[in-house]
């Protein structure tokens, strides 16, 4: 379903990554590893067509993928219902019953986003995965802000309904999210050179 060839990524400019290849078959997951400033958010964005690459290809059907930072991407002023439901209509999709289940957001439905904790906030963040039904899914440190039993929850959604249902994830994280048999990825050995991070790139590692 995703089949990435010699890709190689620059960053303002400068070279990141390069030579890096991979194939991932629906139903599977690639975890990104590699320090802070290794280009894994780079990385991530260009596979996702949001920059283009210096070099390589990468082909999975667009129309069925999603990239998520480790933004929240949520309004503050909307209730979780309502938040949900608008990215709902943007794909053409209704909010399935189960989200609430999934992301344990039952309680919270009716609450101003503004309102809620971090973590909270994280947690309807993520659900939106699970009202655009994409199956390439693109995820820049998903679990930020979230504790123990929430990751848990997030780990039970990609396992038990993305990934049983055919879909793929490259996902760029720290933490095992326990995916079982997911493959993974360091991104050391295709360092196009030694670029440690610095305050102006924090944002985007």
């Avoid at 991407?73 to 209704?94: C, H, M, P």
């Avoid at 309904?161 to 999210?177: E, M, P, R």
Wanted: glycine letters at 10%; charged letters at 20%.
């Amino acid at each position: 379903m995703l089949k990435v060839r010699d890709i190689a990524v620059e960053r303002s400019g400068v070279p990141v990554l390069s030579g890096v290849s991979f194939d991932l078959a629906a139903g599977h997951a690639l975890i990104l590893r590699g320090p802070n400033g290794i280009g894994k958010t780079t990385l991530l964005r260009t596979l996702a067509g949001l920059q283009e690459p210096t070099n390589g290809t990468c082909e999975f059907p667009v129309d069925q993928a999603a990239y998520a930072s480790h933004a929240d991407g949520i309004k503050t002023a909307l209730t979780v219902r309502e938040n949900l439901s608008f990215w709902a209509d943007v794909y053409g999709n209704t909010v399935p019953d189960v989200i609430w289940d999934w992301f344990d957001l039952g309680d919270l439905r009716d609450r101003f986003a503004g309102t809620l904790s971090a973590g909270q906030k994280r947690r309807v963040g993520l659900a939106r995965l699970g009202v655009i039904s994409r199956k390439v899914l693109f995820l820049d440190e998903p679990t930020v802000s979230l504790d123990g039993f929430s990751v848990k929850l997030f780990s039970s959604f990609m396992r038990d309904h993305h990934l049983a249902h055919g879909g793929v994830a490259v996902i760029a994280t720290h933490i095992d999210l326990g995916l079982g048999e997911a493959q993974t990825l360091d991104l050391t050995p295709f360092a196009a050179q030694d670029d440690g991070p610095s305050d102006s790139d924090e944002a985007f590692l």
